[in-house]
């Protein structure tokens, strides 16, 4: 149990003692809770840190002693008379996991937060009698213990007050841009000593004494030491790699101490650079396997990497005891039972990349690793990988599975289509991809001491492209523009639409924006085939967030509102997204909501009004859970109420840990067009588009493409399905038809290619997509491609669900509940303006449902 402490309290508040039913304060005491009121494991095991005792909480005064629980039974109590104008109720509720259909489907959806649900009645008992009875509803006036990402809650706040953090260089331990280097020279500080190291001429001779005679100024002599080595001890080796085998029993520890080196073993005449789990990857099968695999962590082998003199030892420490290794045995490959010497990369070779039957390199992402899964980088480029959030901005890619196993790392680099790189003799396995239209290539090359250059030959073997369609990454972040167009043409994204954005008090890539230049187009000098547009993501921590792509003219700002984590402390809310997406359309743009559909609030009114182009898919730096399930049940429910927003794909790559175009947009350009940034724009526009993690989709409905929208007459009528779907990067297992949520139509398909039609029957308003299902041999099957739908508008049937369209408007409603409560006002002026937009919206939907005789309770507005 913890105590609360958010500053000084307040003298204009005083706790009230609560006549609990349960009580926190002792660990029987939790265990009994749980056992007694059905809590879920999850609640249960964080019991230990609920808050008891004294606390404060945005300046308000508690004391956590019993707690009352409401589970099956009301729990009453008497207290003595006060008078007070508020009170304020410090609570929290148990998680209720939703439960999801067939497919994964969650209809009607209310979010995991529970959305307007109610909670419970807290009923105010006068002296007089009387009484006064509040609803409490989840995600108002109540959230869960444990909130998930975009989950906020309306009108109430999470129970520490923000705060501001230190910039890194304010720390005790100034260590953020002077960490990524990843060394230190340690010559500075308030005294050094220097060591110089005296070659004497006749070491035969014996030395009897020392004298030392000034000259001029002051000369401090701390310590005198001697030995005998070979060469000059004060100078160390290149870099070398050796594999470490644990002893029977021995656990790797990796934790540093604060000299930065590791514990476990430790260098006399040298430096330990770095030590790691040994990355087993299958060798033995490369060819065989797949893009971007992931390799396995063994369990009792450190691959090691140092510099040191030739005479230095490595000294080894742990359970099994102490014990000293001359690096030279290592190195002369003398058996030591503990230590092998890894073959050293010193043969200096060109790689190029290029089409098969060409010549000219081609931009690709890269993997290269020796025999013992050692990573072997171009001379350019990282050697050792950062994942970390903001911290590396290199054109490198760290795939992980997360960031617990981070270690666990497949290293990738980007490069133009040839670079230089130091091999170890031996076998070296190359990895080589570019997009989802080219085969990968994964082969075994043996260098040798006569080995210069290495030519690797793509194909492709799928041709969308030529087709019309092109590919886009619509979220990334602090990416160099030229930095992201490398990305994207190795990666086959044909545009990368980098956001600069605020993050509190720091702003980024707001420089690289000109709202006018797309790099990369023939106009800027480029080619035209892989482009670069700077645009901004607009964000409001509760509300949600837009991104606004490819406008002209000034840039869009504030582009944060409302504090923290996304605005700046004390930042008001003086801007809606609807306001900033119809900004955005003023000045040319596209407006999209990225991750749909988190933070999950106000965006619900922007989609009624009209004002977004279309939703975003979002992996982050997830190459194998596919397309969320929830995502597309959150996009459902604005599809089944006549809302036609396409679907695009966004990375919101903010680390080297997540590749462009992970997933990605395919949209198809006007054939009559030339492709640039603004036929882009209107393709996606026009709706006609999927997303996908690698399978490639063609979709037609009575011959009308993905996006369109066609009619029948009241007596309905059979809609012909066509389909195409092929993929050379992911394996496809299924495609399904879904017919207003829900799987009308299933088909098992060849991994690489397959094609087939449907006769569907349409007696009512509908819309219908292509779900493509696959998986990897290693892993489980996830959505992997999705296109936009074709909407069919049956004569007299309105496409609107109600269920659905009652939780469009909850959600609407706790939009205008948080501004009405906790969102701190810029002034009334632009507060009414904004209560206006949403009110407007609501009502929109709210008489749409009325027109179609559906009637409702809703919240108050």
Not at 133 to 151: C, K, M, S, T
Request: hydrophobic fraction near 40%; proline fraction near 7%.
């Amino acid at each position: 149990m913890t105590a609360v402490h958010d500053g000084p309290c307040s003298p204009h508040f005083t706790p009230l003692p609560l006549k609990g039913n349960a009580n926190f304060s002792t660990p029987a005491g939790a265990g009994t809770t749980a056992m007694s009121f059905g809590m879920t494991s999850e609640m249960s095991a964080a019991l230990g840190h609920a808050p008891s005792g004294p606390c404060v909480s945005w300046g308000i005064p508690f004391e956590i002693g019993e707690v009352v629980i409401l589970a099956d039974h009301p729990v009453a109590f008497e207290i003595s008379p006060i008078r007070a104008r508020w009170l304020v109720f410090c609570h929290t509720s148990d998680v209720r996991p939703m439960q999801p259909g067939p497919g994964g489907i969650i209809s009607p959806l209310a979010g995991p937060g529970r959305l307007a649900e109610h909670a419970a009645d807290y009923v105010i008992c006068y002296a007089d009698g009387s009484e006064a009875r509040i609803v409490v509803r989840r995600r108002h006036q109540l959230g869960a213990f444990q909130r998930e990402w975009g989950e906020n809650c309306f009108e109430s706040v999470a129970h520490h007050k923000p705060y501001p953090i230190r910039a890194a260089q304010e720390q005790l331990r100034p260590d953020w841009g002077w960490s990524q280097p990843r060394v230190s020279v340690a010559d500075d500080g308030p005294w050094v000593n220097w060591l110089w190291a005296w070659e004497n001429p006749y070491p035969e001779k014996a030395i009897a004494g020392l004298r030392f005679e000034p000259a001029a100024g002051v000369v401090v002599i701390s310590a005198v030491s001697f030995g005998n080595v070979a060469s000059l001890p004060l100078r160390w080796q290149t870099r070398r790699k050796a594999r470490l085998v644990l002893p029977e029993g021995e656990a790797f520890q990796p934790d540093l101490d604060q000299e930065g080196l590791l514990g476990q073993i430790r260098l006399d005449l040298g430096q330990v650079i770095s030590a790691t789990p040994r990355l087993v990857y299958p060798n033995d099968a490369w060819p065989d396997t797949y893009n971007n695999q992931l390799p396995e962590i063994s369990t009792h082998e450190i691959l090691i990497e140092y510099t040191a003199h030739p005479e230095a030892c490595f000294h080894l420490s742990g359970p099994a005891g102490s014990r000293t290794i001359p690096v030279s045995e290592v190195e002369e490959a003398q058996s030591n039972g503990l230590i092998q010497a890894v073959a050293p990369a010193e043969q200096m070779v060109t790689l190029r990349v290029v089409e098969a039957g060409g010549s000219k390199p081609v931009p690709v992402k890269l993997h290269l690793h020796g025999e013992w899964g050692e990573y072997l980088a171009p001379v350019d480029r990282h050697r050792i990988l950062n994942p970390a959030w903001f911290e590396d901005f290199s054109v490198d890619f760290a795939h992980i599975p997360n960031w617990a196993e981070r270690a666990r790392v497949h290293a990738c680099t980007y490069i133009g289509g040839e670079t230089q790189v130091r091999l170890p003799l031996g076998k070296v396995y190359i990895e080589v991809s570019k997009g989802f239209e080219i085969r990968p290539v994964r082969k075994v090359v043996e260098i040798t001491a006569e080995t210069q250059e290495i030519v690797i030959e793509l194909e492709k073997v799928l041709h969308w492209r030529e087709q019309g369609w092109v590919t886009a990454d619509t979220h990334v972040h602090f990416l160099s523009p030229i930095s992201a167009m490398l990305e994207g043409s190795a990666e086959g994204v044909n545009v990368i639409n980098l956001l600069a954005s605020q993050w509190g008090e720091l702003m980024t890539n707001v420089g690289d924006f000109d709202g006018r230049n797309t790099w990369g187009s023939k106009e800027a000098g480029g080619e035209g085939e892989y482009l670069v547009r700077v645009g901004t993501e607009n964000r409001q921590h509760v509300l949600g967030h837009i991104s606004l792509l490819g406008y002209r003219g000034p840039i869009i700002a504030p582009m944060t509102s409302g504090g923290p984590d996304e605005s700046a402390l004390g930042d008001p809310i003086e801007i809606l997204l609807t306001e900033w997406a119809r900004q955005c359309h003023r000045q040319g743009g596209l407006v999209v909501l990225p991750h749909f559909p988190r933070p999950r609030a106000e965006h619900a009114a922007s989609i009624v009004s009209g004002d977004v182009d279309a939703i975003e898919m979002t992996s982050w730096e997830d190459l194998y859970s596919g397309i969320s399930p929830y995502s597309l049940s959150d996009w459902y429910r604005y599809l089944n109420c006549g809302y036609l927003v396409p679907a695009v794909g966004g990375t919101d790559k903010m680390a080297a840990g997540t590749a462009v175009g992970t997933v990605r947009t395919y949209a198809r350009i006007n054939p009559n067009a030339e492709f640039n940034y603004e036929t882009w724009k209107e393709a996606v526009r026009g709706g006609e588009t999927f997303v996908t993690y690698g399978p490639l989709i063609e979709f037609l409905v009575d011959g009308h493409v993905m996006g369109s929208r066609s009619a029948l007459s009241a007596r309905g009528g059979t809609a012909d399905v066509t389909w195409q779907v092929a993929s050379v990067t992911f394996p496809m297992s299924r495609v399904e038809l879904v017919v207003n949520g829900e799987i009308r139509e299933s088909a098992a398909v060849a991994p690489d290619a397959s094609s087939g039609h449907w006769a569907v029957r349409v007696d009512r308003s509908c819309w219908l997509a292509l779900l493509v299902r696959g998986h990897y041999g290693d892993q489980p099957e996830v959505i992997a491609a999705h296109s936009t739908p074709v909407m069919i508008q049956v004569e007299g049937s309105p496409l609107l669900a109600a269920a659905d369209a009652v939780t469009i408007l909850d959600q609407i409603a706790g939009a205008m509940a948080y501004l009405d409560t906790v969102g701190a006002r810029a002034d009334d002026r632009a507060y009414k303006r904004m209560r206006l937009a949403l009110e407007s919206a609501h009502r929109t939907l709210h008489n749409r449902m009325h027109q179609q005789g559906y009637y409702h309770e809703h919240t108050s507005l």
